[in-house]
């Protein structure tokens, strides 16, 4: 018991949930610059800073980035906004989801999609389009009265 405990302790002292978070934000940081890289090689481009700069600050109409910025995105120590995203996948011909998250990213959610899609008739469809045209304080009564249903009647297997 006592050793169990011990244990317990020693994995709650060494878990910082700070220092996961950031680290995590930090991998997917690192993981949009390798997605960056491979497009830029992909579309023609040396994936090198002043190319990134120069090829972004011709098609984007906001405000220029600057080296640093660029710099800092191809290092994985940030991630653009999502409006400089965009220009950044329109420029390089890739999806900006794919460019944000990952191909995989984009197929989990397309595979999601299409079995939503393949679940539901049109009378189905029609009646969730209405649910959705509804006031909000009735969408909540509709979610109460669905969520009863399926408490009182669960699904089997």
Same mark, same amino acid.
């Given at each position: 018991m006592? /050793?169990?405990l011990s244990s317990i302790v020693q994995q709650t002292v060494q878990f910082d949930?700070? *220092?996961n978070l950031t680290s995590g @934000?930090?991998?997917h940081k690192a993981q949009f610059a390798e997605r960056l890289k491979a497009a830029m090689r992909e579309a023609g481009y040396e994936p *090198?800073? /002043?190319v990134l700069e120069r090829g972004f600050n011709q098609r984007y109409w906001g405000r220029s980035i600057t080296f640093q910025a660029a710099s800092r995105w191809l290092r994985g120590e940030s991630i653009?906004?999502?409006d400089k995203l965009e220009v +950044?996948?329109?420029w +390089?011909? @890739?999806e900006p989801q794919a460019l944000r998250f990952g191909e995989t990213a984009v197929k989990r959610v397309k595979d999601a999609q299409a079995r939503w899609d393949a679940a539901l008739n049109q009378e189905e469809r029609e009646t969730i389009e209405a649910f959705l045209n509804l006031p909000a304080p009735q969408r909540k009564i509709i979610r109460e009265v669905i969520l009863t249903f399926a408490r009182a009647y669960p699904a089997k297997g």
């Amino acid at each position: 018991m006592k /050793s169990i405990l011990s244990s317990i302790v020693q994995q709650t002292v060494q878990f910082d949930p700070r *220092r996961n978070l950031t680290s995590g @934000v930090m991998e997917h940081k690192a993981q949009f610059a390798e997605r960056l890289k491979a497009a830029m090689r992909e579309a023609g481009y040396e994936p *090198r800073p /002043s190319v990134l700069e120069r090829g972004f600050n011709q098609r984007y109409w906001g405000r220029s980035i600057t080296f640093q910025a660029a710099s800092r995105w191809l290092r994985g120590e940030s991630i653009p906004e999502q409006d400089k995203l965009e220009v +950044l996948a329109e420029w +390089l011909r @890739v999806e900006p989801q794919a460019l944000r998250f990952g191909e995989t990213a984009v197929k989990r959610v397309k595979d999601a999609q299409a079995r939503w899609d393949a679940a539901l008739n049109q009378e189905e469809r029609e009646t969730i389009e209405a649910f959705l045209n509804l006031p909000a304080p009735q969408r909540k009564i509709i979610r109460e009265v669905i969520l009863t249903f399926a408490r009182a009647y669960p699904a089997k297997g």
